[in-house]
């Protein structure tokens, strides 16, 4: 029987009750500052060169630094470049210490309404991202329906513990321990543990990419269809 993916926390995962404790550095400038400062130290730049390199001038970097200045995205481009990074990495939180840990105990997990199939995910969930990494449980003899993506996403997925059938369309692929498949993830598909233990498995899913949109000029003129 194939049971839809509800969406239950695991209870052992649930934090205790009461009101939850503020995240340290939720302002995008206290974000931006923390990880300036990170970056610069790596670098082992001082704001002085960093401001030679830049262009931007030492002060304006010390108010974006203490957080007492939101710096425009020319700024934020400039000072990227000089450090040669992303502007985007002036904005991730797992930037503020160079990672972030996920505790296995304060982790959420994603549960079917069956409780035969759940997954959790392992990197930090509410960013946009080019690929999402999730564990995968799979109960004896249970099948779950695959959520169906988004044309051009697709999928790889390992075994690590157990057997699992893969259903993709009509096609079966049985894999073992230790067995990876990449498969199209907008097209119907199925996961099927015809074990009796526990499947495991580790799942990158690749998120489709958004072509770029060309703009054409309003007073373009519209070209001649071929006949």
């Known amino acids: 029987m194939h049971s839809p993916l509800a969406l239950v926390r695991d209870p052992a995962a649930d934090l205790?009750?009461?009101?939850?404790?503020?995240?340290p550095f939720d302002a995008p400038e206290q974000f931006v500052g923390i990880n300036l400062v990170?970056?610069?130290a790596e670098r082992q730049l001082s704001l002085d060169a960093l401001a030679r390199a830049s262009g931007?001038?030492?002060a304006m970097l010390a108010q974006?630094?203490?957080a007492r200045s939101v710096p425009s995205i020319k700024v934020l481009c400039k000072v990227a470049a000089a450090l040669?990074?992303?502007v985007a990495a002036?904005?991730?939180?797992?930037?503020?210490n160079g990672f972030e840990h996920l505790p296995a105990g304060q982790a959420a997990r994603v549960v079917s309404a069956s409780g035969r199939y759940s997954t959790r995910a392992l990197y930090p969930e509410g960013e946009p991202?080019?690929?999402e990494f999730h564990e995968l449980r799979v109960a004896p003899l249970h099948t779950e329906t695959g959520t169906r993506r988004a044309p051009g996403t697709t999928v790889n997925l390992v075994v690590s513990d157990g057997t699992l059938e893969v259903r993709v369309h009509d096609r079966r692929q049985l894999l073992a321990t230790g067995d990876a498949i990449v498969f199209d993830a907008d097209q119907p598909h199925s996961f099927r543990n015809p074990g009796d233990t526990e499947a495991r498995a580790f799942r990158v899913t690749l998120n489709a990419e958004t072509p770029p949109r060309q703009d054409m000029p309003h007073d373009a003129p519209a070209q001649p269809v071929a006949s």
């Open 38 to 40: 990170r970056l610069r």
């Open 129 to 131: 991202v080019a690929a």
């Open 64 to 66: 974006i630094e203490s």
């Open 16 to 23: 205790p009750d009461g009101p939850r404790a503020p995240e």
């Open 56 to 58: 931007v001038s030492r």
């Open 90 to 96: 002036f904005l991730r939180r797992h930037a503020v």
């Open 84 to 86: 040669k990074v992303s």
